[in-house]
């Protein structure tokens, strides 16, 4: 029997987990198309001189059943304890928020939030909105201390506008009452993981470790590579254009953003308004600035989150925290995340603030350099499924199609989430399961969240 031909459009993880199964597998054979020099997309790493860096810290933590006993089939992995924490006015707090530390730190916020509970204020607003949505389960002292200014600051956006689903997959926990259960009993596992995992040599080995796997299994990945075009006609696919050459697949993953594949698309039935859709579904792009400091450690914690409007930064990190490998021993990197607009001509600013905060001190940074990244967080106005639904219904009516991962479905996953919504597409295909059975999968993978 011939084998059957599946092109997959993009390298980033969803695509290399999809590309690696399908190569496992001898009735397939697979081909990886990548429109940049390198793979791994979101997550890629890079090497800066003698250290190995992530775009933003890459964490590996899962509570999805068997992907980290899968991940380690890939790469070997350490095992870190979690150590983060969230600066609030003038304190450094553990992460997750603790009832006991707010009281001690800042006993007036304490009383509100307390007020807040016991005076029955949760659950009166219509939930809306992010901002509604979090009130009714935080009630407003614990909303405007931690997730208002955070949502202006990381969308850009103001949280009224914001839809509800944000929060439903941003905040891991549903409400005070379970952080509070949490905490009492000491089970923080719904809140925040102990542990994380990380590869020796940085994500990058992750990532390096899947390609190889690809190609020994005889697998290809053609890098600096587009299609041009997706030759559509009565929901099939006649062919796909690559390098001018057409190729007929039988299946066809995208992991590309919906504009794009949309674009690219050729057929009579592609409407203005589906085009339209792809074009109002907005991201928000970051800036992450580099510097590298003359000690061999600066932070206690692996990182640290900024949520209040003063700082312009939302997050801070420092990727030796994760390996002694990152970086030589003398000298170490502090990794700041801030929109795109806020570094911009600010970085005496970030310095600054960074050294009022007792971080680093200006005598101990060497040099400075900054990476950016276009499309990193989608942003969820109120309404956007409005926008997402029809195009996602448009290409999962053509036969042999899906769309898949962080950009091809608009959403919020992490890399286990990528893992696991390929490896569950590679065998949907593999036993030629049914359309329903698909949109059961599809129900699943909503119910992914996001746990920091
Ligand atoms: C700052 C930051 C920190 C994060 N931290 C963590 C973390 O700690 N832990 C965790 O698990 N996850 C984390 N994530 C999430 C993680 O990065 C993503 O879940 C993951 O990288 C998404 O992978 P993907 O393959 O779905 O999409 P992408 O990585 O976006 O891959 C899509 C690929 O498609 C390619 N492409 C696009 N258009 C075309 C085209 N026309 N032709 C060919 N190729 C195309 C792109 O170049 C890209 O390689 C973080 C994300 C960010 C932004």
Not at 208 to 223: C, F, P, R, T, V
Request: one cysteine or more; charged letters at 30%.
């Amino acid at each position: 029997m011939p084998k059957k031909k599946i092109i997959i459009l993009g390298a980033g993880i969803t695509g290399l987990v999809s590309a690696y199964y399908f190569s496992k597998n001898k009735d397939f054979e697979v081909t990886l198309i990548e429109k940049e020099s390198f793979i791994g997309g979101t997550a890629r790493g890079f090497e800066h001189k003698d250290f190995i860096l992530d775009y933003g810290p890459h964490k590996i933590y899962t509570e999805l059943p068997g992907i980290l006993e899968e991940i380690k089939q890939v790469v070997p992995l350490l095992k870190i304890k979690k150590k983060n924490s969230i600066y609030l006015k003038n304190n450094s707090f553990d992460f997750p928020l603790q009832i006991s530390q707010i009281a001690t730190k800042i006993p007036f916020t304490a009383f509100n939030a307390g007020i807040d509970i016991f005076s029955k204020s949760l659950k009166k607003l219509s939930d809306d909105s992010y901002e509604n949505y979090l009130i009714n389960r935080f009630g407003k002292t614990m909303y405007e201390l931690s997730f208002k200014d955070y949502a202006k600051k990381v969308w850009t956006s103001n949280p009224q506008e914001l839809d509800k689903e944000l929060a439903i997959r941003r905040v891991a926990i549903s409400g005070i009452f379970e952080l509070i259960k949490g905490i009492l009993f000491k089970n923080t596992k719904n809140i925040s993981a102990e542990y994380f995992y990380y590869p020796p040599k940085g994500i990058k080995q992750l990532l390096d470790s899947l390609a190889e796997k690809i190609i020994q299994n005889k697998g290809k990945i053609l890098l600096n590579t587009d299609i041009s075009e997706i030759k559509i006609k009565d929901k099939k696919i006649e062919f796909v254009k690559i390098k001018n050459k057409k190729i007929k697949p039988d299946y066809f993953i995208s992991t590309a953003y919906l504009d794009t594949v949309i674009k690219i698309i050729n057929d009579a039935k592609k409407t203005k308004e589906l085009i339209q859709s792809t074009e109002n579904l907005n991201y928000q792009g970051i800036n992450i600035i580099y510097f590298v400091i003359n000690k061999p450690r600066i932070l206690k914690d692996c990182w640290m989150f900024f949520p209040e409007a003063k700082f312009l930064f939302h997050r801070i990190s420092e990727q030796k925290a994760f390996s002694p490998n990152l970086g030589p021993e003398d000298k170490t990197i502090l990794m700041v995340e801030t929109t795109k607009d806020a570094s911009k001509n600010n970085i005496q600013k970030i310095i600054f603030q960074l050294e009022k905060i007792k971080i680093l001190k200006k005598e101990d940074i060497d040099y400075h350099f900054v990476k950016s990244t276009e499309r990193t967080y989608p942003i969820y106005k109120k309404g956007f499924q409005k926008n997402l639904i029809p195009v996602i219904n448009y290409l999962e009516n053509i036969k042999g199609f899906y769309t898949i991962g962080r950009p091809g479905l608009f959403n919020y996953n992490n890399m286990d989430q990528c893992w696991d919504m390929a490896k569950k597409t590679v065998e949907h295909i593999e036993k030629n399961k049914s359309k329903d059975e698909w949109q059961k999968t599809k129900k699943y993978f909503d119910k992914y969240r996001i746990v920091d």
